[in-house]
């Protein structure tokens, strides 16, 4: 890679002997942040996909397609697509879960942070068309619940599933699929959250980790950002920024509910789906991977999921289930703290 940057360096006023590490994530992906030679030039990220565990191709197409639709992502400014380096814009490194906590009680700067990353999720989806993005079809769907039972019940919980326990999953997540499916298409993200999103000063947010976007349902990126895994809200708050949400996709003419209950049950059942597998991704980057850092992030993804499903009587017997795994691992069976919350 250093060897490619050297190539570009004259005309990207790149000064090699700044090249540091910026960032990593949840993927074989890694991040390198350089300066420019000359001063008053913006500083530039190369990032590093190794083949064959990553590929750059579907990062540079979704990359023009969210730039045309009006979302601020990194132009990409150089490409070996065959050897997996990219050379791209640089955003900084104040991501919007650092900004939120750093403007902790001030309501007003959260809610614009939250406008600002609201508003670019409509902007994406009112650009939406079929065949640009793979379509989250129900195989998909499918395939990320089993992460739950796959790696977080079985393998970082110890839990057996019998017979009887794996037809409450099947029952639950055909459910879940049912509902999902039958939600309104648009492009979808699919990790529209506080890690991805960069609080900048102008044409706010920018906008990363966007390669595995899709065709999907209208509901997982909002669900993304107001149920994150890594910052907290109170659900009044989370309810009044998707009723703005809805409210605006209406004016957009989004295929949005036309009743704000039925939008919400869609959104929450979508959540359940989501916080699923978002267990089952956190327990495999620990067990297969050897990342820990995202199991402190278990307890919030886990009390979002229990929260949801024990608000429908659909999944009274997931609730069950899921209770009997966490007491297990506690060794206790003393009957869980429950929380009332709102539906419509």
């Known amino acids: 890679m250093r060897n490619w940057l050297a190539a570009l360096a004259p005309a ?60 601020h992502v990194p132009r990409v400014l150089a490409a070996d697509l065959e050897r997996g380096f990219l050379l791209l814009d640089d955003f900084g490194s104040t991501t919007y ?32 068309r079929a065949g640009v993005f793979p379509d989250y079809d129900r195989p998909l769907l499918a395939r990320e619940l089993e992460l739950y039972p796959q790696w977080y019940v079985e393998r970082h919980r110890g839990f057996a599933l019998d017979d009887d326990a794996r037809a409450t999953l099947d029952d639950a997540f055909e459910r879940l699929l049912a509902n999902n499916l039958a939600q309104p298409r ?91 597998k978002v267990l089952g991704i956190f327990a495999r980057l620990y067990h297969r991977d050897g990342k820990d850092r995202y199991l402190a992030d278990l307890p919030l993804v886990l009390s979002y999921a229990l929260r949801t499903a024990r608000r429908y009587r659909e999944f009274d017997a997931l609730v069950r289930l899921m209770e009997r795994v966490e007491a297990a691992q506690a060794g206790s069976q003393r009957d869980p703290v429950r929380r009332a919350g709102y539906t419509f």
């Open 97 to 128: 879960l650092q900004r939120l906590q750093e403007c902790a009680g001030d309501d007003a700067q959260v809610d614009a942070l939250m406008r600002d990353a609201c508003g670019a999720l409509l902007r994406m989806q009112a650009a939406s």
């Open 186 to 276: 648009v492009f979808v993200h699919r990790d529209w959250h506080s890690r991805n999103l960069m609080a900048l000063d102008d044409d706010n947010p920018g906008v990363l980790d966007f390669q595995d976007a899709v065709h999907g349902p209208l509901t997982y990126d909002l669900v993304s950002l107001l149920r994150d895994a890594y910052v907290e809200w109170e659900e009044e708050r989370q309810i009044d920024w998707a009723v703005r949400y809805w409210q605006a996709a209406r004016a957009r003419s989004l295929p949005v509910a036309a009743d704000f209950g039925e939008f919400y049950r869609d959104f929450e059942w979508m959540g359940l789906q989501r916080h699923l």
């Open 12 to 71: 990207h006023a790149l000064a090699l002997d700044t090249i540091r590490p910026a960032s990593n994530d949840a993927s074989f992906r890694r991040y390198f942040r350089i300066d420019a030679r000359r001063a008053g030039e913006p500083s530039r990220v190369a990032m590093d996909a190794p083949p064959p565990m990553e590929d750059c191709r579907p990062f540079v197409h979704a990359a023009g397609v969210l730039r045309d639709a009006g979302v």
